[in-house]
């Protein structure tokens, strides 16, 4: 089976602007899970979308917003930049069959630089 | 909230020695807890993971062990090769009944394996 894949894996934004991130689960996969990683903050829990419903969600602001499709595809969104939105933004995704604790397995994440 | 303690920070190791790395966590009701491994510009990928009805799980030379009664858990990497360095994240995982999973990460080791 293909891995998750991320699109784009690069992304350089100004302040203010918006961007949005895409991720394709691993074939079968329902469960997506969205994380920022940056190197003072490590790996920081965003939200998680199964049958294109928010299941839970992080501590970050509501420029962070997220969406999932019917065919398990999601996306990302955050509004208005800030400088300390450079990250490294990373999916994950799941069976989530109806046995849990299930494996998350990682995208390979889009770099968004903020200037 | 779950919390997700993770020791050494950093770790330097003479090739075909041994590394440990250990984890705490605060939820007892975490039940899994996967190890992963993020060599530089990659995505992180499992490498372990041990459910809380384990106390221990060994692949070749990686095992992980899991002390409920203490709420920690390590990692163990035997005869250490220059390919093991990289950054390993530990985390724990809460089965939240019919809203899936919550994983919560620790800070991350760099493990660095000398030639």
């Known amino acids: 089976k293909a891995g998750v894949t991320q699109t784009p894996r690069y992304l350089i934004k100004t302040r203010g602007q918006q961007v949005t991130l895409s991720c394709s689960p691993i074939?079968?996969?329902?469960?997506v899970s969205w994380y920022q990683q940056t190197p003072g903050q490590g790996l920081q829990f965003l939200f998680e979308y199964f049958s294109e419903t928010q299941r839970n969600k992080g501590n970050f602001p509501g420029r962070f917003s997220g969406r999932q499709f019917s065919n398990s595809r999601s996306e990302m969104n955050v509004s208005t930049l800030e400088l300390g939105d450079s990250a490294l933004y990373l999916c994950?995704?799941?069976?989530?069959?109806?046995?849990?604790?299930?494996?998350?397995?990682f995208g390979p994440g889009t770099r968004l630089t903020v200037l | 909230g779950e919390n997700v303690e993770q020791h050494p920070s950093t770790l330097s190791v003479q090739e075909g020695d041994s590394a440990v790395i250990k984890c705490t966590y605060s939820d007892s009701a975490s039940n899994y807890f996967p190890w992963y491994k993020q060599e530089l510009g990659k995505r992180p990928q499992l490498i372990i993971d041990i459910r809380s009805n384990v106390g221990e799980k060994k692949d070749q030379r990686i095992a992980v062990t899991l002390n409920k009664t203490a709420k920690h858990f390590s990692l163990h990497i035997t005869e250490t090769q220059p390919e093991d360095s990289a950054v390993y994240f530990c985390?724990?995982?809460?089965?939240?009944?019919?809203?899936?999973?919550?994983?919560?990460f620790g800070p991350g080791t760099r493990l660095s394996v000398l030639p």
């Open positions: 074939s079968g996969h329902r469960s």
């Open positions: 985390a724990a995982s809460l089965s939240l009944d019919n809203y899936g999973q919550n994983f919560v």
């Open positions: 994950a995704s799941s069976l989530d069959s109806s046995v849990l604790p299930d494996t998350q397995y």
